[in-house]
């Protein structure tokens, strides 16, 4: 079964600076990879998918991610963050059988 | 997309009580899921629902304790049965197989579940 693993449970960034949120899966073929973002008190926002074709996706609010089949990585982008920005960020993989698996997610403070 | 209503947003219940949770699409969807989100934690799918089919669970979850029902293909419904306090947390609904958007799951708000 596929799973996703985030590392980080905590990034704090500074406003303006520059982020990256790492996502590693396990799956035996090419998965369906996603990043959700939950704001306080809210549901989840999807942010961008990659499903085939160009490696590097962009997404909503100014996010980016590059899927690397080598690494089995996700690594979810920003240049600029905003304080908008602060919220949890969760990894998420799905097999062909529409069975999606959820990482730990990770919690994103931005400091003034 | 899609734009899924969860009912009741927020709930404050008594111990062995029932509360019945609210799912509504405004499209037709062929999967219906939902998930259990413990304080903290990230998402743990409960079921599948789909139409026509008694609800999938997974393991940890079964159907005395959290019934579902799946009228439709824009309706869901699930129930926290003899609710306990380890049953609070925020309990989501999820949708995917929208026209144009097969593969993508979209989720509702939320219920934020508190169990006294």
């Known amino acids: 079964a596929q799973s996703v693993t985030q590392p980080d449970i905590h990034i704090t960034v500074s406003e303006g600076a520059s982020l990256e949120l790492r996502c590693n899966y396990s799956?035996?073929?090419?998965?369906?990879l996603f990043w959700y973002v939950q704001s306080p008190g809210q549901g989840l926002q999807l942010l961008l998918k990659?499903?085939?074709?160009?490696?590097l996706v962009q997404g909503i609010k100014g996010f980016e991610a590059e899927f690397k089949r080598s690494q089995s990585s996700f690594n979810l982008r920003k240049p600029s963050v905003h304080w908008s920005d602060a919220a949890e960020y969760f990894c998420?993989?799905?097999?062909?059988?529409?069975?999606?698996?959820f990482g730990a997610g990770t919690r994103l403070t931005v400091k003034p | 997309s899609a734009v899924i209503s969860q009912k009741p947003s927020r709930d404050i219940c008594q111990r062995g009580t029932s509360l019945t949770i609210q799912c509504q699409v405004d499209?037709?969807?062929?999967?219906m899921f939902w998930y259990r989100q413990q304080p903290g934690q990230s998402l743990t799918l409960i079921a599948t629902?789909?139409?026509?089919?008694?609800?999938?669970?997974e393991s940890g979850f079964v159907i005395d304790k959290f019934p579902i029902s799946r009228p439709n293909l824009t309706f869901s419904t699930l129930t926290v049965s003899n609710m306990s306090p380890e049953d609070s947390s925020i309990y989501l609904c999820?949708?995917?197989?929208?026209?144009?958007?097969?593969?993508?799951?979209?989720f509702g708000a939320g219920t934020r579940l508190s169990v006294l």
């Open positions: 999820s949708v995917k197989g929208t026209l144009g958007d097969k593969n993508i799951q979209y």
């Open positions: 799956y035996g073929a090419t998965p369906y």
């Open positions: 990659y499903f085939s074709g160009d490696t």
């Open positions: 998420a993989v799905a097999a062909r059988n529409n069975d999606m698996r």
């Open positions: 499209s037709q969807v062929t999967m």
């Open positions: 629902a789909n139409q026509g089919s008694e609800a999938t669970y």
